[in-house]
């Protein structure tokens, strides 16, 4: 089996946009290079979008689930899109080595930047014809 190391950022993009990407590669580590790929492709706005939609469709497709925390895809765009504002690399590796709590304590972050727990107040199963665009916080 391929990891996701040995993947190109086309590639890695690709195979999650087709949902093709292998259920065992999808990490948060992966979750957050992809957030990465977005952000550097299509800029925050469109990159949070972009993450909520193509989340969506590979939770439906490839994991067979409905649920996915939309709030927490917006966190970890934010958040990623913060520390590479703070960053002088253009290089994902180098950001996880400059800023490690990305990697490794993430979740204190995300509680840091909502202020609450959004995995216990906004994990829900979302619809298929879920819109990004129409989702308010």
């Known amino acids: 089996m391929i990891s996701s190391v040995e ?4 590639e890695l993009l690709q195979q999650f946009e087709d949902c ?3 259920p065992s590669l999808f990490t948060h580590e992966v979750l957050l290079k992809l957030t990465w790929i977005l952000i550097n492709k299509y800029g925050l ?8 939609e193509l989340k969506e469709q590979y ?9 996915f925390n939309i709030a927490l895809t917006k966190a970890y765009t934010e958040i990623l899109y913060h520390f590479m504002q703070k960053s002088t690399t253009k290089d994902f590796d180098k950001l996880l080595r400059e800023f490690p709590r990305l990697k490794y304590n993430f979740k204190d972050l995300v509680r840091t930047h909502y202020g609450y727990d959004i995995l216990k107040e ?4 979302v ?4 819109n990004p665009i ?3 916080f």
């Open 122 to 125: 906004h994990r829900k199963e």
């Open 59 to 67: 939770y439906i497709k490839a994991l067979k689930s409905k649920k």
């Open 134 to 136: 129409l989702f308010t």
């Open 127 to 130: 619809p298929p014809s879920f």
């Open 7 to 10: 993947l190109n950022n086309e």
């Open 20 to 22: 093709t990407l292998n």
């Open 45 to 52: 706005k469109e990159a949070i979008v972009k993450n909520c």
